[in-house]
């Protein structure tokens, strides 16, 4: 069994020097805006067979502005592989989200990942193309949430998980979730404020 490369990582504000350096150097948005997995909207594809297209909002779940912060954050606190994550550019800024999980490990340049193997962190420029924001409720309404291949971008944070964070000082597990849902629904049946 081989030994975990040591890493440090780095404060966020370095990080993102580093990423705006990037993206710069080759020719993309400086200017970023992050989204979360709430923010995410896969479409299937009129052009391509079982294809999907994919999109974001923030009008109907926006984040919150120390999200980023948050997010990074919790994954500095995990082992695990943090991403850079760049989606297309919208707009003339970068539409970005974090990732974290060690499905990355394994990822590299072939994958159109930069690996940063002292920080255990990884950079995905992406493509220059242009993202569309969904701003239509049916659509938003109507986006696919299962059966549809695993993606890259089923590790990214959860706004939910950011206001677990800040209400709870970390993020819940499924059975404490699970249980508060039940009071605040027995709380109401009650009439009591949740």
């Given at each position: 069994?081989?030994?975990?490369t040591?890493?440090?990582?780095?404060?966020?504000?370095?990080?993102?020097?580093?990423?705006?350096?990037?993206?710069?150097?080759?020719?993309?948005?400086?200017?970023?805006?992050?989204?979360?997995?709430?923010?995410?909207?896969?479409?299937?594809?009129?052009?391509a067979?079982?294809?999907?297209?994919?999109?974001?909002?923030?009008?109907?779940?926006?984040?919150?502005?120390?999200?980023?912060?948050?997010?990074?954050?919790?994954?500095?606190?995990?082992?695990?592989?943090?991403?850079?994550?760049?989606?297309?550019?919208?707009?003339?800024?970068?539409?970005?989200?974090?990732?974290?999980?060690?499905?990355?490990?394994?990822?590299?340049?072939?994958?159109?990942?930069?690996?940063?193997?002292?920080?255990?962190?990884?950079?995905?420029?992406?493509?220059?193309?242009?993202?569309?924001?969904?701003?239509?409720?049916?659509?938003?309404?109507?986006?696919?949430?299962?059966?549809?291949?695993?993606?890259?971008?089923?590790?990214?944070?959860?706004?939910?998980?950011?206001?677990?964070?800040?209400?709870?000082?970390?993020?819940?597990?499924?059975?404490?979730?699970?249980?508060?849902?039940?009071?605040?629904?027995?709380?109401?049946?009650?009439?009591q404020?949740?």
């Amino acid at each position: 069994m081989s030994l975990p490369t040591p890493f440090n990582r780095p404060a966020l504000p370095e990080a993102l020097a580093a990423w705006k350096q990037l993206l710069t150097a080759r020719g993309l948005g400086a200017e970023m805006r992050w989204i979360f997995e709430e923010n995410l909207c896969f479409e299937k594809s009129r052009a391509a067979q079982g294809g999907f297209h994919l999109g974001f909002q923030t009008k109907f779940s926006p984040p919150p502005e120390d999200a980023l912060d948050l997010a990074f954050e919790h994954f500095c606190e995990t082992d695990k592989r943090m991403v850079f994550y760049r989606l297309g550019n919208h707009l003339g800024k970068s539409i970005c989200v974090l990732l974290c999980d060690p499905w990355f490990e394994t990822r590299g340049e072939a994958d159109g990942f930069l690996r940063r193997d002292e920080w255990r962190m990884s950079f995905h420029p992406g493509q220059t193309d242009e993202i569309e924001e969904i701003t239509d409720l049916g659509r938003w309404l109507r986006r696919v949430k299962h059966g549809r291949a695993f993606h890259d971008l089923d590790f990214s944070m959860t706004l939910a998980a950011i206001d677990e964070i800040k209400i709870h000082g970390r993020v819940l597990m499924p059975y404490e979730r699970f249980a508060s849902t039940m009071l605040n629904r027995l709380r109401r049946f009650l009439g009591q404020p949740a």
